[in-house]
């Protein structure tokens, strides 16, 4: 059973940074490598959003609104993948949330919030002075 833990949401105030992990359980490390790894994020009032995903054969995909402020980065060796967040703005506040997939997606799945079999709980951003 996979299990997706996320961390390190909170509040910061525009023009700050954050850096969200998200950490694997139930999965070797030599498996995670293979796992397609995603930030999706919903913010009140509106329907989940892609935010950028990692493949785990390589190669990264965001956003484009959010391409150059975002990064997406991840530890094989720690299951645990990464969101580096910078220059953030209130419209940037929201639930956000980890997904896996064992499915080796191709790039134009990536975005696709069906092609995830695992999620996370979720971790809150609030950006606000």
């Known amino acids: 059973q996979v299990e997706l833990k996320e961390s390190g949401g909170g509040w910061v105030q525009p023009g700050g940074s954050l850096r969200l992990s998200c950490a694997a359980s139930?999965?070797?490390?030599?498996?995670?490598?293979?796992?397609?790894m995603a930030w999706f994020r919903q913010a009140p009032g509106a329907e989940r959003e892609f935010v950028a995903a990692?493949?785990?054969?390589?190669?990264?995909s965001y956003a484009d609104s959010l391409k150059g402020r975002f990064s997406i980065s991840r530890d094989n060796a720690k299951n645990t993948v990464f969101l580096q967040m910078n220059s953030l703005n209130p419209e940037d506040t929201a639930v956000y949330y980890c997904?896996?997939?064992?499915?080796?997606?191709?790039?134009?799945?990536?975005?696709?919030?069906?092609?995830?079999?695992?999620w996370g709980q979720g971790t809150q951003v609030t950006v606000s002075s």
């Open positions: 997904a896996a997939s064992r499915g080796q997606l191709i790039l134009s799945q990536l975005r696709v919030q069906n092609e995830y079999e695992y």
């Open positions: 990692t493949r785990g054969g390589g190669g990264t």
């Open positions: 139930g999965r070797t490390a030599n498996s995670f490598r293979g796992d397609d």
